[in-house]
């Protein structure tokens, strides 16, 4: 068997192993769900409930895919250069993303952000006085939609001044926000050039590009946090280069102070940073990041949000609201099931070259997060937008080395099937989000 013929018989494998976890996890839930076990939402795995849905719109994500996959084989990847290529990689994956939006009509790009249980309820409560909100987040808790009540004060506050810039239209925020969180993908690809270098930073951009958790980026607040992540661990990452200024690893750390007051799960991906530095040894690097995460979280301690407070009250309204309907074992697998569907594929080739790549740091903060959260049974349903600043480093080691050494190629086969479930899940779920 020759080298190529091996390579197709692996993706043909892995394309294999991936339905078939797919078609299990699927199983599992008609199963629970005919068997009368506690699942807790009608669309499971997913949050929401299942329908066909099939517009004008729906060609278009196809479309984009295409036009994607076509480049990818055209060998745009490599001949670009690489600021051009992080741009064309970012506008791809904004064309992508709100491609699938509109799959579900024109109100995908409003809906996520105007339905009564999200963040956008609670803007007025703001009014002319940001301060007084954060002041009395956790106190008035019980006041706010589910999102707010589950999440720091960040989201509604980005929202307000959005609506003071006269961003008001539910469309053009989810327009807004669907822009700030694509910019995830160059901001791993320049983390991952930092670590793994430039041809496996490249080689990994289409499979960020055409991810299915693309559908979940769409119009919302939790792609903004994975963008906020992934910026805090690219400038990590690139303040632990030799001769790098100290200003890198305090912007690091900012901004992931920033992202923390998004949302209470991200925290676990300061792990990343740590080992980074712990592997280039650059100790000093740390402990800049660490006290440039806590200047933004002294801010919001001032002016009367208490970060720690904050988490016990949203998990103990999750305790109240989700705890008793949900099985955290039968969630434990149905998780799994989300995440393998959302990250595609190619998460079957993560797995088998995560010893391949010299980006297994990536993975710490990442893997750590969502053991815990499942173990912890915190993790029982909706982990297809909360676990979104989670599954780009997942994907990682798909560039892992090939049998000649270099970073791996990406498989248009797997790009393609990952897509066709993207477009799927879109045209039969429909979602708060």
């Known amino acids: 068997m020759t080298g190529a013929e091996a390579a197709r018989e692996r993706r043909a494998s892995d394309a294999a192993t991936w339905l078939l976890l797919v078609a299990a996890g699927l199983a ?7 068997t009368g076990m506690r699942v807790g939402v009608p669309g499971a795995p997913f ?11 729906t060609l278009l994500a196809p479309a984009v895919a295409l036009a994607v996959l076509a480049a990818v084989r055209a060998g745009v990847v490599e001949r670009l250069r690489w600021r051009r290529l992080l741009l064309v990689a970012y506008a ?40 007084g909100f954060v002041r009395d987040f956790v106190g008035n808790a019980a006041q706010h939609s589910v999102a707010t009540r589950t999440h720091p004060p960040a989201p509604v506050l980005l929202l307000w001044l959005l609506r003071k810039l006269g961003v008001t239209r539910p469309s053009t925020i989810g327009v807004v926000v669907t822009a700030i969180g694509c910019v995830a993908v160059p901001a791993v690809a320049v983390a991952m050039r930092s670590l793994c270098g430039e041809l496996a930073a490249r080689r990994l951009l289409p499979v960020l590009v055409l991810a299915p958790y693309a559908v979940w ?86 002016a009367g949000f208490v970060w720690p407070h904050g988490l016990t009250a949203a998990q103990a309204d999750w305790s109240l609201r989700v705890g008793p309907y949900r099985s955290w074992l039968l969630w434990a697998l149905l998780d799994v099931v989300v995440l393998v569907i959302a990250c595609g594929p190619h998460v079957v080739t993560a797995a088998r070259r995560v010893r391949r790549t010299p980006g297994w740091p990536f993975l710490v903060g990442a893997g750590i997060a969502v053991l815990f959260a499942i ?36 498989s248009l086969l797997l790009l393609a099937l990952g897509a066709a479930a993207a477009v799927a899940i879109e045209a039969v779920l429909r979602s708060a989000w």
């Open 28 to 34: 599992l839930t008609a199963f629970a769900r005919r």
């Open 47 to 57: 949050t929401g409930e299942y329908r066909l849905k099939v517009e004008v719109g």
């Open 92 to 131: 791809s994956h904004l064309a992508w993303a709100l491609a699938l939006a509109v799959v579900d009509g024109g109100n995908g790009l409003a809906y996520p952000i105007a339905n009564g249980n999200e963040y956008l309820r609670d803007v007025a409560s703001v009014g002319n006085d940001p301060a």
């Open 217 to 302: 980026v769409a119009v919302s607040m939790d792609g903004v946090t994975a963008a906020l992540c992934a910026i805090a661990i690219a400038l990590g990452v690139v303040a632990s280069e030799p001769g790098r200024r100290p200003w890198w690893a305090l912007s690091a750390g900012a901004v992931l102070g920033v992202a923390a007051l998004f949302s209470y799960a991200v925290g676990w991906l300061a792990a990343t940073l740590l080992v980074v530095c712990f592997v280039r040894r650059r100790a000093t690097t740390i402990a800049l990041i660490g006290t440039g995460a806590l200047v933004p979280l002294a801010v919001a301690r001032v």
């Open 375 to 410: 173990g912890s049974g915190l993790a029982r349903g909706e982990v297809e937008r909360t676990w979104l600043p989670f599954f780009p480093w997942l994907l990682v080691p798909v560039t892992g080395a090939d049998e000649t050494g270099e970073p791996a190629k990406p």
